[in-house]
């Protein structure tokens, strides 16, 4: 169908001559598919499902459905879920993460009963090797390279494992309780600055470790600076990586028990 109308242009008063094309469509429905039996049906839509799912279409929608769903659980996730590090900090070195790495003697009973707090176990020497280096002098009047002499040094530092294992999971809850309790951009800022002064204090052990004591003459001065550098990276790496998040209920059991 053909619609014609004229309209008058000014300021020269020509007129304009408008033709317009209206065209008029008839959509014809083609009717629904018919199975004959329920089983049919449900083919027939696995099918359609099937070459949809393998359309760019329908590989899109897929695609960003995927992606709505990773956001949406990502926003859903607690703040103390969702970090894996203390931020504002550079990536802990390769050589701190294998002393993290290193084992410690957890099937020693020394090593059990310092964790347990035994009342059998004799702690009262292990407060001058606790200390930051350089360490009190020894008053042990052995022989330094005596197999008796290294063998109490050896025993010294399995239950100074034992002892700062169950010191780190004291602290723990109370980290723990700071974080919780108090916002998350103190608490964290308080991890920072904790791991900073850690860091350097690992610094200044490595130096020690250069020069300080005698591998033979001060063996056993020797022996606890390289478990205080141990010590340094585990915690560390405890506190980097927030581990002690996902320790608290372990650690309150263990200091119940």
Same mark, same amino acid.
């Given at each position: 169908?053909?619609?014609?109308?004229?309209?008058?242009?000014?300021?020269?008063?020509?007129?304009?001559?408008?033709?317009?094309? %209206?065209?008029?469509?008839?959509?014809?429905?083609?009717?629904?598919?018919?199975?004959?039996?329920?089983?049919?049906?449900?083919?027939?839509? =696995?099918?359609?499902?099937?070459?949809?799912?393998?359309?760019?279409?329908?590989?899109?929608?897929?695609?960003?459905?995927?992606?709505?769903? /990773?956001?949406?659980?990502?926003? /859903?996730?607690?703040?103390?879920?969702?970090?894996?590090?203390?931020?504002? &900090?550079?990536?802990?070195?390769? @050589?701190? $993460?294998?002393?993290?790495?290193?084992?410690?003697?957890?099937?020693?009973?020394?090593?059990?009963? %310092?964790?347990?707090?035994?009342?059998? $176990?004799?702690?009262?020497?292990?407060? =001058?090797?606790?200390?930051?280096?350089?360490?009190?002098?020894? +008053?042990?009047?052995?022989?330094?390279?005596?197999?008796?002499? =290294?063998?109490?040094?050896?025993?010294?530092?399995?239950?100074?494992?034992? @002892?700062?294992?169950?010191? /780190?999971?004291?602290? +723990?809850?109370?980290?723990?309780?700071?974080?919780?309790?108090?916002?998350?951009?103190?608490?964290?800022? =308080? &991890?920072?600055?904790?791991?900073?002064?850690?860091?350097?204090?690992? @610094?200044?052990?490595?130096?020690? !470790?250069?020069?300080?004591? !005698?591998?033979? !003459? /001060?063996?056993?001065?020797?022996?606890?600076?390289?478990?205080?550098?141990?010590?340094?990276?585990?915690? $560390?790496?405890?506190?980097?990586? &927030?581990?002690?998040?996902?320790?608290?209920?372990? %650690? %309150?059991?263990? $200091?119940?028990?």
């Amino acid at each position: 169908m053909c619609l014609e109308y004229q309209t008058r242009l000014e300021p020269k008063g020509r007129l304009l001559r408008i033709t317009t094309l %209206a065209l008029t469509t008839t959509t014809f429905m083609g009717r629904r598919a018919r199975h004959l039996t329920a089983d049919a049906k449900v083919l027939a839509r =696995r099918q359609s499902d099937l070459l949809y799912s393998q359309s760019p279409h329908g590989k899109l929608v897929r695609a960003t459905s995927r992606r709505l769903k /990773q956001l949406r659980k990502v926003a /859903q996730t607690p703040l103390s879920n969702s970090l894996n590090h203390v931020p504002g &900090l550079p990536p802990l070195s390769l @050589d701190l $993460i294998a002393l993290n790495e290193l084992p410690l003697p957890e099937s020693n009973p020394l090593f059990q009963a %310092a964790l347990t707090a035994a009342s059998w $176990i004799d702690v009262s020497d292990l407060g =001058r090797w606790k200390k930051r280096p350089p360490f009190e002098e020894d +008053d042990d009047t052995t022989d330094p390279c005596s197999a008796s002499y =290294r063998r109490y040094s050896e025993n010294i530092a399995v239950v100074l494992h034992g @002892d700062r294992m169950r010191e /780190q999971n004291e602290r +723990d809850v109370q980290r723990c309780a700071q974080f919780h309790g108090a916002g998350h951009k103190e608490a964290l800022e =308080r &991890l920072r600055e904790e791991v900073v002064g850690l860091l350097e204090s690992l @610094d200044q052990g490595r130096e020690y !470790h250069k020069y300080l004591y !005698h591998p033979f !003459h /001060q063996s056993r001065e020797h022996l606890m600076l390289q478990h205080y550098i141990q010590w340094q990276a585990r915690t $560390i790496y405890h506190l980097y990586y &927030l581990k002690f998040l996902g320790t608290c209920s372990t %650690a %309150a059991d263990t $200091i119940a028990s």
